[in-house]
């Protein structure tokens, strides 16, 4: 065998050789840390939204490739990835449609499975933790009440499947039970007046939790310590304050609390009237702090003073027709509100809105500035 020859394998072999050195970094035991005090680590985050979370029968292509551009991201790159740990935010969230491309028996497709844990450990060598869901997935969820069996075998198919192909990485991954599909409105009705059904509603949301957690742990490794995120009813914070809401039964007590904030949503999501509200441009009066506090203090009430640490896995705003004072405001206003209470604050974004993907820097400097001097 000649020289020429060899230098390829050799090359080969050291690749290999990093590749094992990086799986056992993955492998590093989960530190003596509470979840408290890992949810103030991640200081403030973002998400990586409408990328791995599409879904539409729509989609066009059998790659994941179809679905990680289908809603107008661009291929995630490492230096895109990187670029959100260089300014500065501590915790990537990446929302995740599971059902893409799946098997027979729930089987989660290797190709879609190694992508997002491609993605994952981008963003764990760039210094961030990373918090992993299970993101609407189609709407599936909303079968649980009717077909609670078949539904509940396929949750547990899917954590069983993302539980064990994460069970050696390190405390810096946290996995989220699901986004804001606990609520189901045939079951009852959290609009109306009438309270009938709901007790089982919460009793499901909470089974399906205590499921998650169960699931999680039984899967060896790092997973029997994993700090995990358990979501609120509908992540709704009223809601999620309310008495019927329990946290799982964890004998390692390492369980956080998903929030949202998009209050008030006709400032927060609409960018132009609907027939369930009429828009609103400008966000700040005596009021509106009045209602982001108080609704702050009931959930620093309800969890953080009793121990609980909460994150707030999303809060944003629509963009468009408001100017960028007012999307600072509101946006610094309500990441304050919640850091200062101990509430870990994690801004939605998708492509073209807060993050530039293409230069791997925020569009707006002085927002970014903003937040990060709340972390001071």
């Known amino acids: 065998m000649n020289k020429r020859s060899i230098l390829p394998i050799l090359f080969i072999t050291a690749l290999s050789m990093l590749a094992a050195c990086s799986n056992e970094e993955r492998g590093a035991p989960m530190r003596e840390i509470t979840t408290m005090e890992l949810v103030k680590e991640m200081g403030i985050g973002m998400n990586l939204g409408n990328t791995f979370e599409s879904t539409g029968d729509w989609i066009k292509g059998t790659s994941v490739t179809s679905y990680e551009t289908a809603w107008g991201s661009p291929v995630i790159t490492e230096a895109m990835i990187k670029g959100y740990a260089n300014e500065g935010f501590g915790v990537l969230r990446i929302p995740v449609s599971w059902s893409n491309m799946m098997g027979e028996d729930y089987t989660i497709h290797p190709d879609y499975l190694a992508r997002v844990k491609e993605v994952v450990d981008w963003a764990l060598d760039s210094g961030m933790y990373v918090i992993l869901n299970l993101h609407w997935d189609g709407g599936w969820f909303e079968k649980f009440p009717t077909e609670k069996e078949q ?94 809401y329990k946290l799982p039964k964890d004998p390692q007590k390492r369980l956080a609390v998903s929030i949202h904030y998009y209050t008030p949503p006709t400032f927060a999501i609409l960018d132009e009237d609907a027939s369930w509200g009429k828009a609103r441009a400008e966000w700040g009066t005596e009021e509106d702090f009045a209602e982001l506090n108080k609704l702050m203090e009931m959930v620093k009430t309800r969890f953080i003073d009793e121990g609980i640490p909460v994150i707030m896995g999303e809060f944003g705003v629509a963009t468009k027709n408001k100017t960028p004072a007012m999307i600072r405001l509101y946006l610094t206003s309500v990441a304050k509100a919640a850091y200062s209470r101990g509430i870990t604050p994690v801004l939605w974004d998708v492509t073209k809105v807060l993050y530039n993907r293409d230069t791997y820097e925020m569009y707006d400097k002085v927002l970014l500035e903003q937040l990060m001097a709340i972390k001071r």
């Open 151 to 244: 539904s509940m075998y396929k949750y547990t198919r899917i954590w069983k499947q993302v539980a064990d192909s994460f069970k050696n990485y390190d405390d810096h991954l946290m996995l989220e039970s699901f986004n804001e599909e606990g609520v189901w409105p045939d079951l009852w009705n959290v609009y109306g007046s009438d309270d009938t059904n709901k007790e089982e509603a919460y009793a499901l949301l909470n089974e399906i939790n205590q499921t998650f957690v169960d699931t999680v742990r039984g899967s060896g490794g790092n997973n029997k310590r994993r700090h995990l995120l358990i979501a609120g009813y509908t992540t709704d914070i009223v809601r999620t304050v309310d008495e019927l």
